[in-house]
């Protein structure tokens, strides 16, 4: 997986699992863990908005600031099929809910993500 997370190109290391019933694609790299939650995964597109849609992204970074998409801070991810994987991208502005909710927005953008 790879974004764009405030202007700086990042690589993430991969991994998929499940958790509550919804599909959890979360890469993490020096500075950051981006995490993707999907209730249903299938060719389409889904916006990225509050937890309670089941279609929510979160950002952790390195200084211990969290993010969160929300019903304001959202996004979307496209999916695509790819044999019995898909292929996505996706982009997404998120709310800080941690240490200062609110305080902040994160801007993700150019995601992809191969394999899901």
């Not at 211990?64 to 994987?85: A, E, M, R």
């Amino acid at each position: 997986m790879a974004a764009t997370i405030n202007g700086s190109n990042i690589t993430f290391t991969t991994i998929l699992t499940s958790s509550n019933g919804l599909t959890v694609v979360q890469g993490t790299s020096s500075r950051y863990t981006l995490t993707i939650y999907l209730k249903t995964i299938s060719s389409s597109i889904f916006t990225l908005a509050d937890p309670s849609t089941g279609y929510y992204a979160t950002v952790a970074d390195a200084l211990g600031s969290n993010y969160s998409t929300d019903p304001v801070n959202t996004g979307q991810i496209t999916l695509t099929t790819n044999g019995l994987k898909f292929n996505g991208t996706f982009y997404f502005i998120a709310n800080e809910t941690s240490p200062s909710p609110g305080g902040g927005n994160i801007n993700v953008s150019n995601g992809s993500c191969t394999n899901i």
